[in-house]
Nanobody, 118 residues
Framework: QVHLVESGGGFVQAGESLRLSCTTSEPIFFINAMGWYRQSPGKQRELVAELTSIPGGGRPNYADSVLGRFAISIDGAKNTLNLQMNNLRPEDTAVYYC?????????WGQGTLLTVSS
């Protein structure tokens, strides 16, 4: 089974930057797609950013709310998925989850909490 471990969450003020990381037990280029999702109280888990077709080079998609502020990337040597988050806003506060898809199966990490104060 694929194991995913997130790190990098914390407490920041609005306008600051932070980077989240997700390390996978599987060689990352054996994974079809990976992404970051987030969930805040009272809301459904939502897609933040993803990379599809990773074995073919990777194709990024972003939620409209983070487009231009966040950047998703892969470090193949470290089997790590990163999310660079710039100009953070209080509404970005959530638990962020790493997701991996291999064929029809989905795998999830335990999440890392980001809190952005105004």
């Amino acid at each position: 089974q694929v194991h995913l471990v997130e790190s990098g969450g914390g407490f920041v003020q609005a306008g600051e930057s932070l980077r989240l990381s997700c390390t996978t037990s599987e060689p990352i280029f054996f994974i079809n797609a990976m992404g970051w999702y987030r969930q805040s109280p009272g809301k459904q888990r939502e897609l933040v950013a993803e990379l599809t077709s990773i074995p073919g080079g990777g194709r990024p998609n972003y939620a409209d709310s983070v487009l231009g502020r966040f950047a998703i990337s892969i470090d193949g040597a470290k089997n790590t998925l990163n999310l660079q988050m710039n100009n953070l806003r209080p509404e970005d506060t959530a638990v962020y989850y790493c997701n991996a898809r291999i064929l029809s199966r989905n795998y999830w990490g335990q999440g890392t909490l980001l809190t952005v104060s105004s």
